[in-house]
Nanobody, 124 residues
Framework: QVQLVESGGGLVQAGGSLRLSCAAS????????MGWFRQAPGKEREFVATINWPGGNTYYASSVKGRFTISRDNAKNTVYLQMNSLKPEDTAVYYC?????????????????WGQGTQVTVSS
């Protein structure tokens, strides 16, 4: 069964850090770009960060650039999102996704596989 499973969410104070992980089955991960998206209550899902296959090229939303870092470990079929200097406005459910192809993309329509999401809450 092809799937993506996120972990690492939780409650953190403003200024703190969290690292999200997304474990994928081999068929899901190999050859695919990966992305992180988030959705806050009452808002649409928005792009956060993306990384190409096999890695080395990344792209970030302006709201997180300089604070978040996306990376991948292809041997472990895992993509990470290191989040530093967290702000209350970063509070959301974070989703990882696997793209159709190997090039990074900020567009949700370029992704066909999605995880179930992990909650990140940043208190002020």
């Amino acid at each position: 069964q092809v799937q993506l499973v996120e972990s690492g969410g939780g409650l953190v104070q403003a200024g703190g850090s969290l690292r999200l992980s997304c474990a994928a089955s081999g068929r899901t991960f190999s050859g695919r770009a990966m992305g992180w998206f988030r959705q806050a209550p009452g808002k649409e899902r928005e792009f956060v960060a993306t990384i190409n296959w096999p890695g080395g090229n990344t792209y970030y939303a302006s709201s997180v650039k300089g604070r978040f870092t996306i990376s991948r470990d292809n041997a472990k079929n895992t993509v990470y999102l290191q989040m530093n200097s967290l702000k209350p406005e970063d509070t959301a459910v974070y989703y990882c996704a696997a793209a159709y192809g190997s090039s990074w993309s900020p567009r949700p329509r370029d992704y066909d596989l999605w995880g179930q999401g992990t909650q990140v809450t940043v208190s002020s």
